[in-house]
């Protein structure tokens, strides 16, 4: 009898364990894939507009997403890694909140097995992300940097608005600004100020720096927000009308500005493009693609007013 | 087994894996090694390694504009290469012509044997900047690089191989009316085309005698 309960207990473990692994091979089967979309701000319409298509395109590709906020905090960002590794997400399509902060987040789910594509934002790390699908800003600075030269006819003093200082965009941009315009002598920067790519941060460093230099002739501004901010501070200043504002991303209040002749140029960037193509790589590393590019620029075109009819907000004019 | 040997038999081990576990290099070196990439050196090799023995697969400006107008797609698919993704697309160019104006920046050159609606170019002489030239040719890799500044810097140190030694024997020299050839690159937008404001960057340059 003592053996017959034990065999019995055996048996049923034996057919509960079938039963529940087939469940699961099932529900793995049945189940789409899903996609963690982990961004660092929503509270910027331009990456809200960045994770939205990132969603857009996974459902179309038929996987399940999620869109995670960092709201540019690394700690959050971390807690949004841990809960995706966690739940079972198979990709991470990320924005990260920190090239240097984010990196142990990326290599902590590809050590889990979860890819990771960066979008829009690199991790300073070769290798660590399964591909980083970044704007060419550097280039794209350096287009606006040829522009800002030939406006200002190589001679004036001007204003750099940075974005966030630990941000290797903001670097690549200010960058490929300097390699143009320090060539020309003439063009003398008076200030250099971080405003966080924030629109009422870079209005209060404009202020401020229109105190010390109120006659200078040009702005250029690492974004679109940015540029706006300065804008309105030299509007309540009376001159707005003499000094050129550059900005960068492709904002609609910008590309609305460049039209009516308020702000001079922008580098457009194209989200849904970088978005579009980390869902796609998504897709195809499940597929069993494994060789993906380390880096994949995405190209920036210069906006100004010759051609601001071609583009709308984000993007090309569909 | 007696100790003496025992304990020998353990300092060896011990010493063997203390050997292999621990090196020492001079800070020099490690420095020099994160330093390692010239980009001047770089673009020096690209030129005379690359670009010149590439040059003759330039395609003739003329016969690219008017197949421009015709099979867009198929020009870009033949002619033009980039290194990421977008409308952005450079083209390695030939032609020749007759200076029409020499302006402080640029010289415009109509080009010979007409050329539809690129019947007039700007060489730029001024404002030799961005990548046209390092990527036109289709010969550099950008996953041979680890660090996209080192990239960056490879574009900016072409360019001044261009200011240094192509554009200031012409610049001197040129004047309205001059027989001019040219081999350089172009950058054109897929997505909005045009045609009418060709600027080339300049690789070789030569004004025909007479």
């Known amino acids: 009898m003592k053996t017959s309960i034990h065999y019995r207990i055996a048996l049923f473990c034996i057919f509960f364990g079938i039963g529940f692994i087939g469940c699961k091979t099932k529900e793995s089967n049945d189940e789409p894939k899903k996609i963690a979309i982990v961004v660092s701000t929503l509270n910027n319409p331009w990456f809200v507009f960045l994770a939205q298509k990132a969603e857009a395109k996974a459902k179309q590709l038929g996987y399940e997403s999620k869109i995670f906020d960092s709201q540019n905090n690394t700690a959050q960002e971390t807690d949004h890694f841990d809960n995706a590794i966690a739940s079972g997400y198979d990709a991470i399509l990320f924005n990260p909140t920190d090239a240097d902060g984010s990196i142990v987040n990326v290599k902590n789910a590809v050590a889990a097995g979860v890819p990771v594509f960066c979008m829009d934002r690199e991790v300073n790390a070769n290798g660590a992300a399964t591909s980083q699908i970044l704007s060419d800003s550097y280039s794209g600075c350096v287009a606006i940097g040829k522009y800002f030269v030939e406006t200002l006819n190589k001679k004036g003093k001007y204003v750099e608005i940075l974005g966030m200082v630990g941000d290797n965009n903001t670097w690549n941009r200010s960058k490929g600004f300097h390699s143009v315009v320090d060539f020309y002598p003439g063009l003398k920067m008076v200030a250099q100020q971080s405003a966080d790519f924030d629109r009422n941060k870079a209005m209060d460093v404009m202020e401020s720096i229109l105190q010390a230099h109120p006659d200078i002739d040009g702005v250029f501004c690492g974004n679109d927000a940015m540029a706006m901010g300065a804008y309105q501070a030299l509007v309540a200043s009376g001159k707005a009308d003499r000094v050129k504002v550059f900005g960068f991303d492709g904002a609609e209040d910008v590309v609305k500005s460049i039209r009516d002749g308020k702000i001079l140029a922008t580098g457009m960037q194209f989200p849904e493009v970088m978005a579009q193509t980390a869902a796609t790589f998504a897709d195809e590393y499940f597929k069993g693609k494994r060789d993906f590019p380390g880096k994949m620029p995405v190209a920036v075109e210069l906006v100004k007013k010759d051609n601001v009819e071609n583009y709308a907000a984000y993007g090309e004019k569909e | ?210």
Do not use: C
């Open chain 2, 1 to 210: 087994m007696p100790k003496p040997i025992r304990y020998l038999l353990y300092v060896a081990v011990i010493a063997l894996l203390a050997y292999n576990s621990v090196y020492f290099k001079k800070l020099d070196e490690v420095k020099a090694g994160s330093a390692a990439f010239d980009a001047a050196a770089y673009a020096k090799d690209f030129w005379e390694k690359k670009l010149m023995p590439g040059l003759p697969k330039a395609v003739e400006l003329g016969v690219l504009t008017t197949q421009l107008e015709t099979e867009k797609d198929k020009a870009f698919e033949q002619h033009s290469h980039a290194l990421g993704i977008g409308n952005i697309r450079y083209f390695l160019v030939k032609g020749q012509g007759e200076v029409t104006d020499v302006s402080e920046n640029e010289v415009s050159v109509a080009l010979a044997r007409g050329g539809g609606k690129a019947g007039n170019v700007r060489i730029a002489t001024e404002y030799v900047f961005g990548n046209a030239v390092r990527d036109a040719s289709g010969a550099i890799d950008i996953n041979a690089f680890t660090n996209s500044m080192d990239f960056n810097n490879v574009s900016a140190e072409i360019n001044k191989l261009i200011r240094e030694k192509v554009i200031p024997p012409f610049k001197s020299k040129v004047k309205k009316g001059d027989r001019v050839a040219f081999q350089g690159a172009i950058e054109l937008n897929r997505g909005h085309l045009q045609l009418n404001s060709i600027e080339i960057i300049p690789v070789s340059l030569q004004i025909k005698k007479p």
